[in-house]
C-alpha cells in the first residue's frame, strides 16, 4: 500500500486545514488508519486512528474536539480535518496505515507498516 499525504500549508492560528492520505487506489478497507506528526526536536506522536473496521476512531487528548479523521471509501482517501489550529500544531503529519493492528495499539507507530512521506503544518501565532 502505497501512501501519499498532501494538504500542508501554512496557516494563522484559529485557521483550519484539510490533511489528506491518498493510497495508491487500493481500497483500505480492513486497514487501521492513522495520522501521525511530528514538531521539531520532538519524537513522532500519535494524532489520530480509525480502527481496522473503521467503526471506531480514536484522538490524541491535545487534539480531540478540534480535529477530526474520516474516510472517503470511493476515493481510497482519508482525511485530517484540523480546526481551531495552534502554535503547537505545528509539525510534519504523517499518515499511516496496517492491516493488522489492534486496537489497543493504534497510536503506536511502530506497529504501522505503511507510510506516506509527510506534509508540513506551520501555525503562525
Known amino acids: 500500500v502505497q501512501l501519499q499525504a498532501s494538504g500542508g500549508g501554512l496557516v494563522q492560528a484559529g485557521a483550519s486545514l484539510t490533511l489528506s492520505c491518498a493510497t495508491s487506489?487500493?481500497?483500505?478497507?480492513?486497514?487501521?488508519l492513522g495520522w501521525f506528526r511530528q514538531a521539531p526536536g520532538k519524537e513522532r506522536e500519535f494524532v489520530a486512528a480509525?480502527?481496522?473496521?473503521?467503526?471506531?476512531?480514536y484522538y490524541a487528548d491535545s487534539v480531540k474536539g478540534r480535529f477530526t479523521i474520516s474516510t472517503d471509501n470511493a476515493k481510497s482517501t482519508f482525511y485530517l480535518q484540523m480546526n481551531s489550529l495552534k502554535p503547537e500544531d505545528t509539525a510534519v503529519y504523517y499518515c499511516?496505515?496496517?492491516?493488522?493492528?489492534?486496537?489497543?495499539?493504534?497510536?503506536?507507530?511502530?506497529?504501522?507498516?505503511?507510510w506516506g512521506q509527510g506534509t508540513e503544518v506551520t501555525v503562525s501565532s
Open positions: 480509525f480502527s481496522r473496521n473503521g467503526g471506531s476512531t
Open positions: 499511516a496505515a496496517d492491516k493488522y493492528l489492534i486496537t489497543s495499539s493504534l497510536s503506536d507507530d511502530a506497529q504501522y507498516d505503511y
Open positions: 487506489g487500493r481500497t483500505f478497507r480492513g486497514y487501521a
